[in-house]
Nanobody
Framework: QVQLVESGGGSVQAGGSLRLSCEVS????????LAWFRQTPGKEREGVAR????????TYADSVKGRFTISRDNAPDTVSLRMSSLKPEDTAVYSC???????????????????WGQGTQVTVSS
């Protein structure tokens, strides 16, 4: 059973930075496509960033390109999201997600991912 546990959320002023981490257990990290999603009340979950387990190729939503960076570390098995130049519209619950095998092409789709963390709140004030 794959488990994902996020940490690093919190409150920050607009223009600031935060780093989210997600520790993955239950299966070797390099075998899973990993991603970060976010959701605000009343809105659909949005795929923010994704990293491929074989090529380290990354994909970002247009709304965060140039501001967010996803990376992974094998010791311990962790996927991180570094967020900078934060805006109030970045306020959301952020969750990490995983699915076995290589990442799919195209947009970061919620339906592709089988395993989810519990989420961590990020609040950006103006």
């Amino acid at each position: 059973q794959v488990q994902l546990v996020e940490s690093g959320g919190g409150s920050v002023q607009a223009g600031g930075s935060l780093r989210l981490s997600c520790e993955v257990s239950g299966y070797p990290l390099p075998k899973y496509c990993l991603a970060w999603f976010r959701q605000t009340p009343g809105k659909e979950r949005e795929g923010v960033a994704r990293i491929d387990p074989d090529t380290d190729e990354t994909t970002y939503a247009d709304s965060v390109k140039g501001r967010f960076t996803i990376s992974r570390d094998n010791a311990p098995d962790t996927v991180s999201l570094r967020m900078s130049s934060l805006k109030p519209e970045d306020t959301a619950v952020y969750s990490c997600a995983a699915h076995a095998g290589y990442c799919h092409r195209g947009q970061i789709e919620e339906s592709d991912f089988r395993y989810w963390g519990q989420g961590t709140q990020v609040t950006v004030s103006s």
